[in-house]
């Protein structure tokens, strides 16, 4: 059986991104998952990693953020909301965040859950990253609404190619291990239509969230964003001259 974890970075579960958030969960219960979820903003999830995290004694006077990790994992005293996430991750065959674009990138309190829940020690080492990584055979995707229109947020729009605004995130999971799927965007999801402009969007947005039964059933289908595998680099981390980069990231040419 499947297991299923939604992540959902939103204010408000009545919003779009809510709702499709509930869309995927009556799509994955209808396929028989059991279906984990953390509502970040309705969990009052904390993203500031810091000092108060880990009441101990610090050997330093300045606090290393990846030691206090490695060591509270070591002696298995990580916070405990932290382990609540790690234990869901843990147990999860397939992650869907659900975010909105906020500042060209996802919302604050996701890139917070991100510094946190994926401790050094923990999910992730130096020899367990990327190809190595913990989390290889399992499976994320990105569920994500811009304000902007979809000409904007293509690889030649004013708004920035959404695809590379998503990449840190996507390399994010790739470094634990985990295969991406090519995201899902709806764009033009705001507030601001009225008449007829604003009942066509609503009429878009139902349409997306029927579809997502069909989408999470074809998931396991779903086309994956492609890295560079660890041997594409030498042994000083950079791309070696006869192998493709695979990211606007990883350039070939300075
Ligand atoms: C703080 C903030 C920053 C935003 N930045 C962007 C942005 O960089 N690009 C964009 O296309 N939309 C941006 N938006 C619009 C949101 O993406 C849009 O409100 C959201 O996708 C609508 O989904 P919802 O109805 O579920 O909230 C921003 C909205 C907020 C509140």
Request: hydrophobic content about 40%; aromatic content about 10%; charged content about 25%.
């Amino acid at each position: 059986m499947t297991t299923t974890l939604i992540v959902l970075a939103h204010p408000d579960p009545r919003s779009f991104n809510g709702a499709w958030a509930n869309a995927t969960k009556s799509a994955c219960e209808a396929l028989g998952d059991t279906v984990l979820c953390s509502d970040l903003v309705a969990m009052g999830f904390d993203p500031v990693e810091r000092a108060s995290h880990y009441p101990r004694e610090q050997a330093d006077p300045c606090f290393d953020a990846l030691k206090a990790q490695e060591e509270a994992a070591d002696q298995h005293r990580l916070p405990a909301d932290v382990n609540l996430e790690i234990e869901k991750l843990r147990r999860a065959d397939r992650v869907v965040f659900h975010f909105p674009i906020w500042w060209f990138a996802p919302p604050a309190i996701l890139k917070g859950w991100f510094d946190r829940v994926l401790a050094h020690g923990a999910l992730h080492s130096v020899e367990h990253r990327f190809d190595a990584g913990h989390f290889r055979g399992r499976k994320v995707l990105f569920c994500a609404t811009t304000g902007s229109g979809e000409t904007e947020s293509a690889f030649n729009g004013k708004e920035g190619d959404i695809q590379m605004l998503l990449w840190p995130a996507a390399y994010t999971l790739r470094y634990l291990g985990f295969s991406v799927a090519v995201p899902e965007i709806v764009h033009g999801v705001h507030g601001y239509h009225r008449g007829a402009r604003q009942e066509a969007l609503q009429g878009r947005l139902a349409s997306v969230l029927d579809a997502q039964d069909r989408l999470m059933a074809e998931f396991e289908s779903r086309a994956l964003l492609q890295f560079n595998a660890d041997t594409d680099f030498d042994e000083d981390g950079r791309l070696k001259a006869d192998r493709p980069s695979l990211s606007h990231f990883i350039r070939k040419d300075p």
